[in-house]
Every structure is written in C-alpha cells, then in structure tokens.
C-alpha cells in the first residue's frame, strides 16, 4: 500500500492498564479430569473479561479534546484522564473501513510490534481497546507537532539541526532492526517532537518483523527505495535509503526524485539515480547521502555485517557522541512553543467528523476479538 504525505499521529500514554495479552497458566495435566480443562478455560476467559473491562473504564475515563491528525487509518484526538489529569492521544481506527481497505493484518503487526518495544525516540504503545464501531490505541501526546510543520515553515534545516534529526532517527532504526523489524514509512509527518524538541518516531501501520525479505509494496512515492519499485523484495537496507532521502529534504527543502513535484515521475528517476545536487550540501554530506542511496540494497550502507555501526562510523558523525544522543544530552535545535501539556497549537486544524463510523458486522468484530 503506498501512503499519501499526509499528517499521521501516532503517540503512547501514562495510563496504567496493559496492552499485553495475560499470561497463561501451565499447561492442563493428561491425567486431569475434563472438568479441569473446562475451569481453566473458565479462569482464562474471566481472565480476559477483567482486562476488557479494565480497558473500558479506563477509555470511559478519557475527554476527548481534539483531533489533531487524520490518515486513512482513521484520526488521532489528544484527550484528558479525569483521573489523573494526565494528557493522552487516542488513536481511533473505524473496524469496517479497515476491514474494507485490507488494513486487518497492518493494524495487528502495528499493534504487535508497539506492544512489544521500548526506546526513547519511539512511540509506547500503553493498550488497546475495541468497541462495536472502532478499534483503540492510546499513547502518550507529543504537543511538539510533526517535524514536517517546521520543515514546511523553514523550507530547508542547516547540517547542524539536519543531523540532530538523523541521529535520534538512526538510533531508532538500529534498535529496530535489532528486533527483526523493518520501519518503511519514513517521512517528516511521521516524526513528532515531544515538549523539549526530541523526536518520537510514529505510525507503524507499515512495520514488518522479517527473517530475509518481504515483498509488499508500502510506503510513500517520495521515500521509496529502488527494490520496492522493483518489486524484487526488500529488507532493513531499504530504510537507510529513506533516512538518506529524509536528510536531503532536510538540507535541500524537496525529494531528491521529485523535483517537479510529479509522483508519476518518481519510479524512472529513482532507477535511473538521476539527482540535481543543490549547492547547499557540502561533498562530505553528499557522500554520505549517495552511500545511503545506493541502487543495490546489499552494497547500501548499512547493510554490510556491521549494520547501524557502518553509519555511526561515517565521517559526517565524526563529532557526535552516540551515547549522550541516546541519553537525550543533546540540545535539540528547535524547542516547539508549548504553554502546556495539552496544548495543540502545534498542530493543523480538523474536522471532528470522527464518531459516523458505522457499526462492525458481527464478521468483523471476530476478526478483533483479541484487540
């Protein structure tokens, strides 16, 4: 599925209540009775029933404030807990349109894959939820906004912030792919900024954990690597190519193979490897970038037997310490105006046109019942 380059919130929260399934218990013993394995299948059940619930309240505690994303997927609303005061943002897919779009499997990898991961410029997953019209993901808000709002104002970044961005992001990647797990939609609008100007990487609609290669087209035209458009399968390699992409947009205010703005005149230029290189980026960056857009993903940089250590080792990087990057010690370059936890102004404007879902078929409900 190939994305749009539109705005796509996806964030973690503090509520307390797990999106973890409850562990089971050991398994039934032969020379128990039938009887046994009925109680258990009974506890697991009541079991599952007291998470449910759990979930609900904890959903029947939220406001709901704003929207302050929308995709294909669905919208994203920053909400209050009455509880705790705490601010949140509530993802909301409709069931029936994800079930109609063939989003099922992409919604449940997502959930999956933030279920089970932790790092500090990646989205935390906190629970999931579902009711008869929509499928829930709560995370924590990030009242910064997407980079790609300051992209836009700015129109280009110096080296100095460009390379803030590509640290934290590399960082992530390398955690990742530690895990099997390609990212595949790298793209301004899925970076947000927390409150100091730290990135948070989101929406893993199109995350995959892969063993060798996977071959579903997904993405955005602009970000997508020459395998993709090949079709010949793809792995980790193809998000360095979109972190190479990501920091010539940074440096040169548009896509390397999109200069006319036309998408139907990506796929030719990016096979061809044709790209007007802009004054502003000095020979050290632009050969750093021409090793991340490598045509063959297995010369690509970062693809080699050292993975992530041959970009940390670049020497574009010469002066960075990776270990105050991981700690947070860097100061970022730009601190987003936030007046208080709950604050939006960093963000567009949306309808509120949310709650017409209609209501999930019976069929369909099945397809969620462990969401």
Same mark, same amino acid.
């Given at each position: ?57 904890? #959903? $029947?505690?939220?406001?709901?404030? =704003?929207? @302050?994303?929308? %995709?294909?997927?669905?919208?994203? &609303? ?114 947000? #900024? $927390?409150?100091?100007?730290?990135? =948070?990487? @989101?929406?893993? %609609?199109?995350?995959?954990?892969? &063993? ?160």
């Amino acid at each position: 599925m190939i994305a749009s380059r539109s705005s796509n919130y996806h964030g973690p929260s503090s509520i307390s209540t797990s999106s973890h399934t409850t562990e089971s218990p050991p398994l039934v013993n032969n020379n128990h009775s039938e009887s046994d394995t009925v109680l258990v299948a009974k506890k697991l059940s009541n079991m599952n029933l007291v998470e449910r619930e759990e979930r609900q309240q904890a #959903l $029947d505690r939220l406001e709901l404030l =704003k929207t @302050v994303g929308t %995709g294909s997927y669905g919208h994203v &609303l920053v909400v209050r807990d009455r509880e705790t005061s705490n601010y949140h943002a509530l993802k909301i897919f409709s069931i029936t349109h994800v079930v109609q779009s063939r989003q099922t499997e992409h919604v449940k990898c997502e959930k999956e894959i933030l279920s089970a991961i932790k790092h500090p410029f990646i989205v935390r997953l906190h629970w999931t939820h579902h009711s008869d019209q929509f499928l829930y993901m709560l995370f924590d808000y990030m009242p910064g906004g997407e980079l790609f709002t300051y992209m836009r104002r700015r129109v280009s970044f110096d080296l100095k912030t460009s390379l803030f961005y590509i640290c934290e992001i590399t960082l992530a990647f390398e955690y990742l792919h530690s895990l099997q797990v390609i990212y595949r939609d790298l793209k301004p609008e899925n970076i947000l #900024l $927390d409150a100091e100007g730290h990135v =948070k990487l @989101v929406d893993f %609609g199109f995350a995959k954990k892969i &063993l060798n290669k996977t071959f579903t087209t997904c993405g955005t035209p602009d970000y997508l690597s020459p395998e993709l458009f090949k079709n010949t399968g793809h792995n980790k390699s193809t998000d360095w190519w979109s972190l190479g992409i990501l920091l010539f947009e940074m440096l040169a205010g548009g896509t390397p193979f999109n200069p006319n703005q036309n998408e139907s005149e990506i796929p030719g230029r990016v096979l061809a490897g044709r790209i007007a290189w802009p004054r502003t980026i000095d020979e050290t960056t632009k050969a750093f970038i021409k090793k991340l857009l490598t045509q063959n993903p297995d010369k690509r940089l970062g693809a080699g037997r050292n993975g992530s250590r041959e970009i940390k080792e670049q020497p574009i990087f010469a002066s960075i310490k990776w270990d105050d990057v991981y700690a947070r010690k860097s100061k970022p370059p730009i601190v987003p105006s936030v007046k208080h936890p709950g604050d939006t102004s960093c963000f567009d404007q949306y309808q509120e046109d949310w709650k017409s879902a209609p209501f999930a078929s019976d069929k369909e409900l099945d397809l969620f019942v462990d969401f």
